[in-house]
């Protein structure tokens, strides 16, 4: 079946490092890929999207380009802040359920980020 | 308005009690879901309505009972829980035919 894999954390950087947090994907079609972000007791927000090869998503500083020749979908950011620590999801859609939106999320990457 | 409000945001029950949770979008979503999320884990899919019909149950036990009264609404039934359903319950939505999922908050759930 399908499947996410990321990078175990936590990842710890200080502010203004550059952060990559690494993810690929298993999928039998070709889905959309996603990264959510998960703050402390809180819910899932999206943070970006990209439904087909080569594009790139991109949303308050981080980045993802949608790479199918290696199966990848990992997350940049040039410059981190201590706000931005939180745990991320990346997530695939599943392409056979092509009516919905069920998603296969990574264990999650927690990201601390120090003043 | 592009919230899903879920409600409560923390539950606290015994096994023995019936309790429900709801889920509510007004961004004119056709699709709705119930993710269970355990501590330090990802969310895992439950089930899936569209257009206030159930989808998809991904084998879940029949404690959880769900329910789509209208196209706004979700509702999450539970009764004779175990402790190891304590979990983070998240509601999400989406447009028919795909597209991202919007989540809401959750509610923590604590079964006792």
């Known amino acids: 079946g399908d499947s996410v894999t990321q990078m175990e954390g936590p990842v710890t950087l200080s502010e203004e490092a550059f952060l990559t947090i690494n993810c690929t994907y298993t999928?039998?079609?070709?889905?959309?890929l996603f990264w959510y972000v998960q703050y402390p007791g809180e819910g899932l927000q999206l943070l970006l999207k990209?439904?087909?090869?080569?594009d790139k998503g991109s949303n308050k500083g981080f980045e993802a380009t949608y790479r199918k020749e290696t199966t990848s979908f990992h997350l940049e950011k040039g410059s981190v802040q201590v706000s931005d620590s939180a745990v991320y999801f990346c997530?695939?859609?599943?392409?056979?359920?092509?009516?919905?939106?069920?998603?296969?999320f990574g264990k999650g990457t927690m990201l601390l980020v120090s003043p | 308005d592009t919230e899903v409000t879920q409600t409560p945001k923390h539950l606290v029950m015994g096994m023995t009690n019936k309790k429900s949770l709801k889920c509510e979008q007004h961004?004119?979503?056709?699709?709705m879901y119930w993710y269970k999320q355990k501590a330090k884990k990802p969310p895992e899919l439950m089930f899936v309505?569209?257009?206030?019909?159930?989808?998809i149950n991904e084998s879940v036990p029949s404690r959880f009972s769900p329910e789509c009264p209208n196209s706004s609404l979700l509702n999450l039934h539970l009764h004779a829980l175990q402790p190891e359903d304590s979990a983070l319950y998240l509601c999400?939505?989406?447009?028919?035919?795909?597209?991202?999922?919007?989540f809401g908050q959750g509610t923590r759930l604590t079964v006792v």
């Open positions: 990209a439904t087909k090869a080569d």
């Open positions: 961004m004119g979503h056709r699709a």
């Open positions: 999400a939505s989406s447009q028919e035919g795909g597209g991202k999922a919007f």
């Open positions: 309505y569209s257009y206030e019909k159930l989808s």
């Open positions: 999928a039998t079609g070709y889905p959309s």
């Open positions: 997530a695939l859609s599943d392409p056979s359920r092509s009516g919905y939106s069920t998603l296969t």
